[in-house]
């Protein structure tokens, strides 16, 4: 077995929450023990324990990290001038974001939807988040086609990928047709 001292803290908390995500998805988020994610890990449940006390932890740092993957993106929206350059490379980071670690989190979501629910991880936070995105990228002169275009867009990533569900489809086949359906969402 691999002890936590084997790896990288920040590299165990990553395997263990992907892991996770992949074992609640699977098994359902009741059915699934820590025991088993240490297991599937090859770490001892020690090592597991030292990163996360419980389940519920795991799902707030899944969430946590998705927080901090929009708050990366609405720093970077911040430094960028507006414009139709920075609609495009927003979609293409939000594609990017949304079908990395996003994918297996929103199977997770959509798989234990009462979970999630009653765990209530970050209420309205990821909602702040896109609301000050959506901000920065469409500018203050925008208009309402405009922003309406450059919001649906971004969203369309999300709805994409939840349409995904069940479909014989590789995740690469269906990040191009999210990123396709984004960008022709914003086009002029």
């Known amino acids: 077995m691999v002890t ?6 920040a ?3 990553a395997a263990i929450r992907a892991v996770a995500i992949e074992l609640f998805t699977e098994k359902g988020y ?6 088993e994610i240490a297991e599937r890990l090859e770490i001892t449940k020690a090592a597991l324990y030292y990163h996360f006390s419980s389940k519920e932890s795991i799902v707030a740092s899944i969430f946590e990290a998705h927080l901090a993957s929009l708050d ?3 720093a970077w929206a911040k430094e960028q001038p507006p414009g139709p350059d920075l609609r495009v490379q927003m979609v293409d980071r939000m594609v990017d974001m949304v079908t990395g670690e996003g994918l297996p989190a929103m199977r997770f979501a ?3 939807q009462q979970v999630v629910r009653d765990l209530k991880p970050h ?5 702040d988040r896109f609301t000050e995105l959506f901000d920065l990228v469409t500018g203050p002169d925008a208009t309402l086609e405009e922003t309406l275009r450059i919001r649906a867009a971004l969203l369309s990533v999300n709805v994409v990928l939840m349409a995904a569900r069940d479909l014989n489809a590789t995740d690469e086949e269906i990040a ?3 990123r396709d359906i984004a960008h022709q969402l914003i086009k002029d």
């Open 4 to 9: 936590a001292g084997q790896r990288r803290g």
């Open 11 to 13: 590299d165990t908390k």
């Open 30 to 35: 009741e059915a699934t023990s820590l025991r």
């Open 72 to 74: 990366e993106m609405v």
């Open 110 to 112: 959509m798989a234990n």
């Open 123 to 127: 209420p309205g936070k990821g909602f």
């Open 176 to 178: 191009k047709v999210a």
